[in-house]
């Protein structure tokens, strides 16, 4: 993390994707935040519209958007900042999870409400719609040896798999994940 610097230099940070830290004493972090385009305009923006007394800033560069939200979330859990008053948010049209295996966002809450709280009717569609498409990405006769081999050494939710003693099982946690893989073109 680079800085303290102050804020009226924080076009300096470029139009990268990145991370950073603002406060007003340039020593005590009072907000976490990401860019996903520009981490120079982000600063500003966010130091001159949102908030007053915010004097200086920190920055980190990442090199995708997922590096830079499991690094915000890391970095939210590391200082919980007062200015934060939520969460960081999952960038739309993505399933990234909090990488912190104790926080709600790591999706033990999403998912347990989604493993046990849906409607039976929603379920039965939703298990159809994944079998329609484990069948077109040719993934129907992959065992639980090709689980662990082909998707589990990548898997976000092997944190979750070893709390919940589900690792290299098949487990519906291994549903999301498949599925995640192959709507994203990496299965």
């Known amino acids: ?37 520009d981490l120079g305009r982000e600063i500003r923006q ?21 590096q830079a939200y499991k690094r ?4 939210y859990h590391e200082y919980e900042p007062h200015l934060n008053e939520v969460h960081p948010a999952v960038p739309p049209g993505t399933s990234w999870r909090c990488p912190d295996p104790d926080c709600e966002w790591a999706s033990l809450g999403g998912l347990k409400a989604a493993k046990y709280d849906v409607p039976r009717l929603a379920e039965g569609k939703y298990l159809k719609l994944l079998y329609e498409l484990f069948d ?17 050494p990548s898997c ?23 599925a995640t893989a192959v709507l994203a073109g990496d299965a």
């Open 156 to 178: 976000e939710l092997k944190a979750m798999c070893v709390r919940e003693d589900t690792d290299a099982k098949l487990s519906p946690l291994c549903l999301d994940e498949v």
């Open 46 to 66: 966010t130091a001159t519209s949102r908030f007053t007394g915010i004097e200086y800033f920190w920055c980190e560069y990442s090199s995708s958007e997922m």
């Open 72 to 75: 915000e979330c890391e970095l």
């Open 136 to 152: 077109r990405a040719g993934l129907l006769a992959v065992d639980e040896r090709g689980l662990r081999t082909r998707f589990c």
């Open 1 to 37: 993390m680079e800085g303290p610097y102050p804020i009226d230099e924080a076009s300096k940070a470029g139009p990268y994707i990145g991370v950073y830290l603002l406060s007003s004493d340039g020593e005590a972090v009072e907000y976490v935040g990401r860019s996903d385009t």
